[in-house]
């Protein structure tokens, strides 16, 4: 069964770094791609960002742009997320979802992690 | 940017009763809609995409309508399991969430 495990959150400080990882099992990772969504605390869902399924085509959400890097490791069966220049409007549980088109993406998600916390506080 | 909109933002409601949830967006999105469903302290799941497409395993007591810049989610008995906050998202255009509707036990 498809399976996907965040890690890597945290608590970190104002303009410090974090890098997030979801390992993926259950299915061909190199033929889908994916994406992370957040969500602040009692709070909505918010699409972050989406790499295709060969690592290729990248798009970020606005609020994320230029301070983001999503990355994937299809060997690994691993995605990641780069995550520089935090705020506090960074604060979110952070999601890796997986997209159910093959071969492309669709921007809607068939399958996601349990989530993986992070806090960006002094 | 495509905006959604959901109404109400919290329904309340009893075991057997038939919940309706509407969901706008701020421009034609043709059928490219999901709707999700969250409980406290988990993912998202995934219950109807393309507007009106049942995901696999969930019961037939879902469905949803709609098309263009109007979607509405129904369950049409609602059972214990079902309280929850519900989602709708737009993919027409990247990615875009409603705020959510909460359903409660009344």
């Not at chain 1, 608590?11 to 791609?33: E, H, I, K, N």
């Not at chain 1, 604060?91 to 921007?107: E, G, I, N, Q, V």
């Not at chain 2, 988990?42 to 009106?52: C, E, G, N, Q, R």
Request: with cysteine.
């Amino acid at each position: 069964q498809v399976q996907l495990v965040e890690s890597g959150g945290g608590v970190v400080q104002p303009g410090r770094s974090l890098r997030l990882s979801c390992a993926a099992s259950g299915f061909t990772f190199s033929t889908y791609g994916m994406h992370w969504v957040r969500q602040a605390p009692g709070k909505g869902l918010e699409w972050v960002t989406v790499i295709s399924y060969d690592g290729t085509n990248k798009y970020y959400a606005d609020s994320v742009k230029g301070r983001f890097t999503i990355s994937r490791d299809n060997s690994r069966y691993t995605l990641y997320l780069q995550m520089n220049s935090l705020t506090a409007e960074d604060t979110a549980m952070y999601y890796c979802a997986k997209d159910p088109s093959l071969y492309s993406h669709s921007y809607y998600f068939d399958y996601w992690g349990q989530g993986t916390l992070v806090t960006v506080s002094s | 940017d495509i905006q959604m909109t959901q109404s109400p933002s919290t329904l309340s409601a009893s075991v057997g009763d038939r919940v309706t949830i509407t969901c706008r967006a701020s421009q034609s999105i043709s059928s490219w809609l999901a709707w999700y469903q969250q409980k406290p302290g988990k993912a998202p799941k995934l219950l109807i995409y393309k507007a009106s497409s049942l995901e696999s395993g969930v019961p037939s007591r879902f469905s949803g309508s709609g098309s263009g810049t109007e979607f509405t989610l129904t369950i049409s008995s609602l059972q214990p399991d079902d309280f929850a906050t519900y989602y709708c998202q737009q993919y027409n255009s990247y990615s875009t969430f409603g705020p959510g509707t909460k359903v409660d036990i009344k």
